[in-house]
């Protein structure tokens, strides 16, 4: 068997595959190498690899919107084709009717450099940004960045991929909204699981009992979006115990007196009512991280709720206090990161970004539109009209909140151009449709945590699908712009390391390169002078502290203090609807079969699990008179989809968990009938950020 790269998705584990006529018979994970794992997906990577729904040539419409009807077309077809109507567009409207998203499936390694999917380059980035238009987005409007840049930002001034747990050393892991088995890769999760054998004892907080709790030594359900409020209460328990040290309190924060003010009617006893977390619970989570080494991992499950940003900030807030942050065993803080690998064009951009309007601290820390603003723009003109889109690996109609929203925005475009692997729905309003390849058919690089490799091509291309990058170039250069992104694969180190010459050379002659660790690790840097770029004590915030109190918050008219939102449609809220829609709707904790919108045609997956859930409380069920695996209807206020019930005592009463995914036409009868994001409302958001309510919307669910 031979070593290489995983070509499924942009986890890039290694494996060890046996390959024949372009078929992979076998696979298996590496034993050679550190970053070895091979998920469900990965298994199935010949069935996706060669599945007979894979796009094989570009196809340009040739019926009506909503209709499949394509011929085949050569790509110098399709990319003059795509050249002209998008000039056309920037000509009659200029360049800001022009927008771009990047999805999951522009992940890979090259492709994220190249668009730059992160927040902290300092020029105008994205795809059409060479053009003028500052409306370049990707899915970060509706995940990752409200726990990766918004809270870490606004607490500490720094983004949140300086921030990670250190398991080996911890003494308690807390796994709080998130899903290591699932991560991709899922490197993180195997160290997780040796460090419980080294001893460390692993919390999960999570509204079901997920997989991760299953290993878990302990697991605590809370109702779903409830979070904030049991964080708020940890912290006034912990101050009534006298918990804090005052003097770290009075140098390293701001505003915690103000805080303490607020928190000071979060009890017990109104907290277990309120979030389902029994009292002896709530002591546990608060004497343990006073008293232990705890280190914390959370994701998604905290990010889709009105009160998402500020209760993620607030659990940072709660770690830090209980001084956990940047010592050995809890939450650690690495050096600043390297700088950009890709080089930036001094791209101009002469108008304001889509969302900005409504959301301008995202429009300044993601220097991208929010793209929840996209249906706006397109369908009302406002601020201004849009009128072209191009998609590089997004499910625009499935990922979105209030999909029909999303398609009604498709039809209306005068161009769309989606690129995939998949006839994904999008492409039923798609006007071009470019075939991607995975990365087996491709040669690019991958970058871990302090190491970079080539990733070898293991298989030809099936049909004439291209890699995303060369594709960006070809369209880039129908646009007069070809000289931004490489045009081949030998091209591609050299325009993606022109900064390293060192890596570049390491990479062209081994095909690897691991970056020296000057420094060793240094904890407390904030006490050190190590933060902040003047060399002073604390934090790059405009205090120089860690603000409890926000300063940017409050420059924006934002709530400052990290306080817990009561969401209008929520058990809590003021929506009138609570007799109609009495349980609480939660989408999209991630199962092993698919990843979001993925693979759910692949037969093999699909053997798996072949329909989509909703979870529920067994005693729900019974007074509604469902039972376990039954077909049942969930409907919010916007719509309503089939699904079969999972009845179980291990989700609290009133709550629910609906796996998210379907939709899309290619995939199993099932699956396709459910768009979860049917259900969900493009209104409705965390108002900082404009992340997407995914997790606390309420619903009814009846039998079919
Ligand atoms: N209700 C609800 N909605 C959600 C979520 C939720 O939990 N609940 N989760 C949200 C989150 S976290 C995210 S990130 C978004 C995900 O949103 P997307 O990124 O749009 O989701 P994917 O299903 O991964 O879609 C990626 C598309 O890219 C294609 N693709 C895969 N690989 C490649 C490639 O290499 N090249 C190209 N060109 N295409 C490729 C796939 O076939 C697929 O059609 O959804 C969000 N939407
Ligand atoms: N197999 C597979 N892997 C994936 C994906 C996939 O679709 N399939 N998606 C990828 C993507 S796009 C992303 S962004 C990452 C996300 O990575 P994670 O955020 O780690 O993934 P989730 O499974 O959504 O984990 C969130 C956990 O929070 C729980 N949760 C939900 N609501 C609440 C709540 O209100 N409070 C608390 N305390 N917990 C809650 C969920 O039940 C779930 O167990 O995963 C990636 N990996
Ligand atoms: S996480 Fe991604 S790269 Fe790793 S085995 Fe699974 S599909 Fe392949
Ligand atoms: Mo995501």
Same mark, same amino acid.
Not at 65 to 80: C, H, L, N, P, V
Not at 426 to 435: E, G, K, T
Not at 468 to 483: C, E, K, P, T, V
Not at 518 to 535: A, I, S, V
């Given at each position: !068997?031979?070593?290489?790269?995983?070509?499924? /998705? $942009?986890?890039?584990?290694?494996?060890?595959?046996?390959?024949?006529?372009?078929?992979?018979?076998?696979?298996?994970? *590496?034993?050679?190498?550190?970053? *070895?794992?091979?998920?469900?997906?990965?298994?199935?990577?010949?069935?996706?690899?060669?599945?007979?729904?894979?796009? =094989?040539?570009?196809?340009? %419409?040739?019926?009506?919107?909503?209709?499949?009807?394509?011929?085949?077309?050569?790509?110098?077809?399709?990319?003059?084709?795509?050249?002209?109507?998008?000039?056309?567009?920037?000509?009659?409207?200029?360049?800001?009717?022009?927008?771009?998203?990047?999805?999951?499936?522009?992940?890979?390694?090259?492709?994220?450099?190249?668009?730059?999917?992160?927040?902290?380059?300092?020029?105008?980035?994205?795809?059409?940004?060479?053009?003028?238009?500052?409306?370049?987005?990707?899915?970060? *409007?509706?995940?990752?960045?409200?726990?990766?840049?918004?809270?870490?930002?606004?607490?500490?001034? !720094?983004?949140?991929?300086?921030?990670?747990?250190?398991?080996?050393?911890?003494?308690?892991?807390?796994?709080?909204?998130?899903?290591?088995?699932?991560?991709?890769?899922?490197?993180?999760?195997?160290?997780?699981?040796?460090?419980?054998?080294?001893?460390?004892?692993?919390?999960?907080i999570d509204h079901y009992k997920s997989r991760m709790c299953e290993v878990a030594d302990k697991y605590i359900l809370i109702k779903s979006g409830m979070d904030g409020v049991l964080i708020h209460t940890i912290f006034n328990y912990l101050n009534s115990q006298d918990a804090f040290d005052e003097d770290f309190a009075k140098k390293y924060t701001h505003g915690f007196d103000s805080y303490?003010?607020?928190?000071?009617?979060?009890?017990?006893?109104?907290?277990?009512?309120?979030?389902?977390? =029994?009292?002896?619970?709530?002591?546990?989570?608060?004497?343990?991280?006073?008293?232990?080494?705890?280190a914390l991992r959370m994701y998604t499950g905290l990010e889709y709720t009105n009160s998402g940003m500020q209760s993620i900030r607030a659990l940072y807030l709660l770690w830090f206090m209980t001084k956990n942050v940047d010592v050995p065993g809890g939450l650690l803080i690495s050096p600043k990161g390297k700088p950009d690998r890709v080089k930036r064009f001094n791209n101009e951009t002469?108008?304001? %970004?889509?969302?900005?309007?409504?959301?301008?601290?995202?429009?300044?820390?993601?220097?991208?539109?929010?793209?929840? =603003?996209?249906?706006?723009?397109?369908?009302?003109?406002?601020?201004?009209?849009?009128?072209?889109?191009?998609?590089?690996?997004?499910?625009?109609?499935?990922?979105?909140?209030?999909?029909?929203?999303?398609?009604?925005?498709?039809?209306?475009?005068?161009?769309?151009?989606?690129?995939?692997?998949?006839?994904?729905?999008? /492409?039923?309003?798609?006007?071009?449709?470019?075939?991607?390849?995975?990365?087996?058919? #491709?040669?690019?690089?991958?970058?871990?945590?302090?190491?970079?490799?080539?990733?070898?091509?293991?298989?030809?291309?099936?049909?004439?699908?291209?890699?995303?990058?060369?594709?960006?170039?070809?369209?880039?250069?129908?646009?007069?712009?070809?000289? !931004?992104?490489?045009? #081949?694969?030998?091209?591609?180190?050299?325009?993606?390391?022109?900064?390293?010459?060192?890596?570049?050379?390491?990479?062209?002659?081994?095909?690897?390169?691991?970056?020296?660790?000057?420094?060793?690790?240094?904890?407390?840097?904030?006490?050190?002078?190590?933060?902040?770029?003047?060399?002073?004590?604390?934090?790059?915030?405009?205090?120089?502290?860690?603000?409890?109190?926000?300063?940017?918050?409050?420059?924006?008219?934002?709530?400052?203090? $990290?306080?817990?939102?009561?969401?209008?449609?929520?058990?809590?809220?003021? *929506?009138?609807?609570?007799?109609?829609?009495?349980?609480?709707?939660?989408?999209?904790?991630?199962?092993?079969?698919?990843?979001?919108?993925?693979?759910l045609n692949i037969d093999g997956l699909l053997k798996h699990q072949d329909r989509p859930y909703i979870y529920m409380n067994a005693e729900d069920a019974k007074d509604r008179g469902i039972e376990d695996g039954d077909k049942v209807l969930v409907s919010t206020r916007r719509g309503e989809i089939e699904v079969f019930a999972r009845t179980t005592r291990e989700i609290l009463k009133g709550?629910?968990?609906?796996?998210?995914?379907?939709?899309?036409?290619?995939?199993?009868?099932?699956?396709? %009938?459910?768009?979860?994001?049917?259900?969900?409302?493009?209104?409705?958001?965390?108002?900082?950020?404009?992340? $997407?309510?995914?997790?606390?919307?309420?619903?009814?669910?009846?039998?079919?």
């Amino acid at each position: !068997m031979k070593e290489g790269i995983c070509g499924i /998705c $942009p986890g890039q584990c290694h494996v060890a595959l046996d390959i024949e006529d372009g078929r992979i018979k076998k696979i298996k994970k *590496s034993e050679k190498n550190f970053a *070895s794992a091979l998920c469900l997906r990965g298994f199935y990577s010949d069935d996706i690899l060669n599945s007979p729904d894979r796009l =094989k040539t570009p196809l340009i %419409r040739t019926g009506a919107k909503g209709e499949f009807s394509f011929r085949e077309a050569t790509w110098d077809e399709a990319i003059s084709l795509i050249g002209e109507k998008y000039s056309k567009i920037v000509e009659e409207n200029g360049a800001q009717a022009l927008a771009s998203v990047v999805g999951r499936g522009g992940f890979e390694n090259s492709t994220s450099d190249f668009v730059n999917l992160s927040a902290d380059s300092g020029k105008e980035i994205g795809f059409f940004a060479p053009l003028g238009s500052p409306n370049n987005g990707s899915v970060s *409007s509706l995940c990752y960045v409200s726990f990766g840049v918004f809270a870490p930002m606004i607490n500490f001034g !720094m983004l949140g991929n300086r921030f990670s747990p250190d398991y080996e050393n911890a003494e308690y892991i807390f796994i709080w909204g998130a899903h290591p088995p699932t991560a991709s890769p899922a490197f993180e999760y195997e160290t997780i699981l040796k460090a419980q054998k080294n001893g460390a004892k692993v919390i999960v907080i999570d509204h079901y009992k997920s997989r991760m709790c299953e290993v878990a030594d302990k697991y605590i359900l809370i109702k779903s979006g409830m979070d904030g409020v049991l964080i708020h209460t940890i912290f006034n328990y912990l101050n009534s115990q006298d918990a804090f040290d005052e003097d770290f309190a009075k140098k390293y924060t701001h505003g915690f007196d103000s805080y303490r003010e607020y928190i000071k009617d979060f009890d017990l006893k109104s907290c277990e009512e309120r979030t389902g977390v =029994k009292e002896e619970d709530i002591k546990f989570i608060a004497d343990t991280i006073v008293n232990y080494k705890s280190a914390l991992r959370m994701y998604t499950g905290l990010e889709y709720t009105n009160s998402g940003m500020q209760s993620i900030r607030a659990l940072y807030l709660l770690w830090f206090m209980t001084k956990n942050v940047d010592v050995p065993g809890g939450l650690l803080i690495s050096p600043k990161g390297k700088p950009d690998r890709v080089k930036r064009f001094n791209n101009e951009t002469y108008c304001k %970004r889509i969302g900005s309007d409504e959301f301008p601290l995202f429009d300044k820390f993601m220097k991208s539109p929010q793209l929840t =603003k996209l249906p706006q723009a397109v369908l009302e003109e406002k601020p201004y009209a849009v009128k072209g889109l191009l998609s590089i690996g997004c499910a625009v109609t499935s990922v979105f909140p209030q999909s029909e929203l999303y398609e009604e925005m498709l039809k209306k475009l005068d161009f769309f151009v989606t690129v995939d692997r998949f006839m994904s729905k999008d /492409c039923l309003y798609a006007d071009v449709v470019l075939p991607a390849t995975t990365y087996y058919e #491709d040669k690019s690089y991958c970058v871990y945590k302090n190491k970079v490799e080539v990733r070898e091509r293991l298989v030809e291309p099936i049909g004439q699908a291209k890699p995303n990058i060369q594709i960006m170039h070809l369209i880039a250069d129908a646009l007069g712009y070809g000289h !931004m992104y490489p045009k #081949d694969e030998d091209e591609l180190l050299e325009f993606a390391f022109y900064n390293e010459p060192e890596t570049l050379k390491a990479l062209k002659e081994d095909g690897v390169y691991v970056y020296k660790n000057k420094n060793e690790r240094e904890y407390e840097k904030y006490k050190l002078g190590k933060l902040r770029e003047d060399g002073k004590e604390g934090f790059p915030t405009a205090t120089g502290k860690v603000e409890f109190e926000s300063t940017i918050l409050k420059t924006y008219g934002y709530e400052p203090l $990290p306080k817990f939102v009561v969401g209008e449609e929520t058990l809590e809220g003021e *929506s009138g609807i609570k007799d109609e829609f009495p349980l609480v709707l939660n989408t999209g904790a991630r199962i092993q079969t698919t990843f979001r919108t993925q693979h759910l045609n692949i037969d093999g997956l699909l053997k798996h699990q072949d329909r989509p859930y909703i979870y529920m409380n067994a005693e729900d069920a019974k007074d509604r008179g469902i039972e376990d695996g039954d077909k049942v209807l969930v409907s919010t206020r916007r719509g309503e989809i089939e699904v079969f019930a999972r009845t179980t005592r291990e989700i609290l009463k009133g709550d629910t968990e609906l796996n998210f995914g379907g939709g899309s036409p290619i995939q199993g009868e099932f699956w396709r %009938r459910a768009n979860t994001n049917t259900l969900t409302d493009n209104s409705n958001y965390d108002e900082v950020t404009g992340f $997407p309510v995914f997790k606390q919307l309420l619903c009814e669910i009846k039998k079919i």
